[in-house]
């Protein structure tokens, strides 16, 4: 079977790349900036054409100044690839969204909403296959460009041996990037029959504070690590579990403890290569 992975150097989507690549039966094919954009329609409509399965990661992933050239990407693109999907009769779109997806309190989040209230349109309205993926804090190798937590965190400890903790109450449900790669095969494996068009929430249903974060992180330093204390606030969210459990019959692989030590490990090499390239 033939699967596009639109935003296939993200995080997630490099994840996935590997382990699609590893299965005999199914071809990846990739979609990412700089060589392709989903604000392209013709673009779009060109590489979904032969696809069995398209996996929708691409995106703007953090708030910005310019919100409509966010919601042009993140709802206009994913529209693109809706619109493809459907015009290719692609057997299955598997939509990446996030936990913010069921709030509207930013740009992003309202956008994440709109795109999955479509998705559920054209399900109901023209039968296509799709699945929504709600995932909370995803970590993991292939990190460096991101600004959540645990990538900051580390590389904080890698370089000054210290973590500036903001907001330290606040609980994640922290998912390894290759369980999260796993959450998708599986959506991409199960009939349709089981599947429903409401999102379906995927984490490890362990809820640890970004206290508890630090600590993990200092155990894979090594050594002690300066915990600066930029403020207590507290944010917050749900146990996603149950309905990924349920749905997909998924149960995370990977504790947090391995999985920081594992992103604390590659992290470690790709700075040190970094490092290195600079010294030359």
């Known amino acids: 079977k033939d699967m596009l992975i639109t935003g296939h150097k993200g995080l997630i989507g490099q994840n996935l790349w590997r382990y699609v690549r590893a299965d005999d039966?199914?071809?990846?094919?990739?979609?990412?900036?700089?060589?392709?954009?989903?604000?392209?329609?013709?673009?779009?409509?060109?590489?979904?054409?032969?696809?069995?399965?398209?996996?929708?990661?691409?995106?703007?992933?953090?708030?910005?100044?310019?919100?409509?050239?966010?919601?042009?990407?993140?709802?206009?693109?994913?529209?693109?690839?809706?619109?493809?999907?459907?015009?290719?009769?692609?057997?299955?779109?598997?939509?990446?969204?996030?936990?913010?997806?069921?709030?509207?309190?930013?740009?992003?989040?309202?956008?994440?909403?709109?795109?999955?209230?479509?998705?559920?349109?054209?399900?109901?309205?023209?039968?296509?296959?799709?699945?929504?993926?709600?995932?909370?804090?995803?970590?993991?190798?292939?990190?460096?460009?991101?600004?959540?937590?645990?990538?900051?965190?580390?590389?904080?400890?890698?370089?000054?041996?210290?973590?500036?903790?903001?907001?330290?109450?606040?609980?994640?449900?922290?998912?390894?990037a290759e369980d999260a790669a796993d959450a998708i095969l599986n959506a991409h494996e199960l009939e349709p029959k089981k599947l429903g068009t409401y999102p379906i929430e995927i984490g490890t249903g362990i809820m640890i504070t970004l206290w508890e974060l630090a600590e993990i992180i200092e155990a894979a330093h090594g050594s002690k690590i300066t915990m600066e204390r930029v403020d207590t606030g507290c944010k917050n969210k749900p146990d996603p579990m149950v309905t990924a459990r349920d749905q997909l019959g998924f149960k995370a692989k990977t504790s947090i403890e391995d999985g920081i030590a594992q992103t604390y490990d590659w992290m470690k090499g790709e700075i040190e290569r970094i490092e290195k390239v600079y010294k030359v």
């Open 25 to 176: 039966g199914v071809i990846a094919h990739g979609f990412d900036l700089p060589v392709n954009n989903i604000v392209s329609l013709d673009e779009v409509l060109f590489a979904a054409q032969g696809m069995d399965t398209v996996v929708h990661l691409a995106g703007e992933t953090s708030e910005t100044d310019d919100p409509f050239g966010m919601f042009k990407v993140n709802v206009g693109g994913s529209m693109n690839v809706i619109r493809a999907c459907r015009e290719h009769r692609v057997g299955r779109l598997i939509y990446v969204s996030s936990l913010c997806g069921g709030l509207l309190e930013t740009p992003y989040s309202a956008g994440k909403a709109t795109v999955e209230a479509q998705l559920k349109s054209f399900s109901y309205s023209y039968g296509m296959d799709s699945v929504i993926l709600r995932f909370d804090s995803v970590y993991g190798k292939y990190c460096m460009h991101k600004k959540d937590p645990v990538t900051e965190f580390i590389k904080s400890a890698i370089i000054s041996d210290t973590i500036r903790i903001k907001e330290g109450n606040t609980v994640h449900d922290f998912l390894y």
